[in-house]
């Protein structure tokens, strides 16, 4: 069973950066995409980010509300996955979840495509 936890997320003014992390442990993490997704109060849980296995390419696939501002990365020798967000604005504040699964492409970009899921990190985004 692969467990993953989140880190990172806290309290920033619009403008501003923060980097979160998602440590991988009982699985083959190179094996798998990693995604980050994330839920406002009130809303439906959406994408944000995604990195494929090395084995695809190592590709990396971005919402448009994420792109030019966030950047997603993975280290397989740590077994982490990064997203950096930078430019904050108040619409990021959220719970930002990890994500993995072997989605196929039509299923990158949804909940249903990954199996195994964080349990969230705050991020709150201030004016």
């Known amino acids: 069973q692969v467990q993953l936890v989140e880190s990172g997320g806290g309290l920033v003014q619009a403008g501003g950066s923060l980097r979160l992390s998602c440590v991988a442990s009982?699985?083959?993490?190179?094996?798998?995409?990693m995604g980050w997704f994330r839920q406002a109060p009130g809303e439906e849980r959406e994408f944000v980010a995604a990195?494929?296995?090395?084995?695809?390419?190592?590709?990396?696939y971005y919402a448009d509300s994420a792109k030019g501002r966030f950047t997603i990365s993975r280290d397989n020798a740590r077994n982490t996955v990064y997203l950096q967000m930078n430019s904050l604005k108040l619409e990021d504040t959220a719970v930002y979840y990890c994500?993995?699964?072997?989605?196929?492409?039509?299923?990158?970009?949804?909940?249903?495509?990954?199996?195994?899921w964080g349990q969230g990190t705050q991020v709150t985004v201030s004016s």
């Open positions: 994500a993995a699964g072997v989605p196929i492409l039509s299923a990158l970009h949804t909940s249903q495509g990954y199996r195994h």
């Open positions: 009982g699985g083959t993490f190179s094996a798998y995409t």
């Open positions: 990195v494929r296995a090395s084995g695809g390419g190592g590709r990396t």
